[in-house]
């Protein structure tokens, strides 16, 4: 199969950084300091979906001021990772920046997390020139797994959406790429894929380095 790829959009947690595992042990940590008894595997539920809806899951199994309260204090555990920069680059993300770079495709991003997050985290990796825009959950009405974040972006590519590719690490990323139809690629990162995502995605790759040989492979670009 091969198909004309124009831009790339890419998610950024736990496809660009490897950071869903730090935010689950930030979380579980904040948890723990309200006598939530929760371990990395609960949190690793939310992965893909924005703050907001995470908070609302959530509040439909503890009170309301206790989950407030946990946000509040997990906020300010996740500004103190990315002031220390502790988020590491994904494996592969420089050689797939640069492949795509040589072949004149534009790359942007569209995450659940809020746009000054993203911003400050490409900042500190020295990535963000990389990325012609940014988008971020706090901009549109629903996060993923609702299409609205990859819509956004897609918008203002200026190229069609079967000349645009997605790259995820989540389920609902997946499913939101899907639903903006969008063609996806998912690399699992913490969430394995299931059934439903293998149907509707172009491929589930194990790296960034198979994204760029998989694109080679399929890739026509102008």
Do not use: C
């Not at 935010?23 to 940590?29: E, I, L, P, Q």
Request: hydrophobic fraction near 45%.
């Amino acid at each position: 199969m091969t198909q004309v790829i124009k831009a790339v959009i890419f998610d950024m947690d736990g496809l660009i950084f490897d950071s869903e595992r730090l935010y689950a042990k930030a979380n579980v940590k904040t948890a723990k300091t309200l006598g939530l008894d929760k371990d990395e595997a609960y949190f690793y539920q939310f992965v893909g979906i924005g703050a907001q809806d995470m908070a609302e899951r959530m509040k439909k199994a503890f009170d309301d001021d206790l989950v407030d309260e946990f946000f509040r204090l997990g906020e300010e555990d996740a500004h103190e990772l990315l002031l220390h920069g502790e988020v590491p680059p994904q494996p592969g993300l420089h050689e797939l920046l640069d492949y795509l770079d040589d072949a004149g495709i534009e790359k942007v991003i569209a995450s659940s997390s809020e746009v000054h997050m993203i911003d400050v985290m490409t900042k500190n990796a020295g990535i963000r020139d990389r990325f012609s825009a940014i988008y971020g959950g706090d901009q549109v009405k629903q996060t993923k797994p609702a299409p609205d974040i990859f819509e956004l972006a897609w918008s203002n590519l200026g190229v069609s959406k079967e000349e645009t590719l997605v790259l995820e690490d989540s389920i609902n990323g997946v499913l939101a790429a899907h639903a903006a139809g969008i063609p996806v690629i998912m690399v699992p990162d913490t969430v394995e894929p299931t059934d439903e995502v293998h149907d509707k995605a172009l491929a589930v790759l194990d790296s960034l380095a198979d994204v760029k040989h998989w694109l080679k492979i399929n890739l026509l670009y102008s």
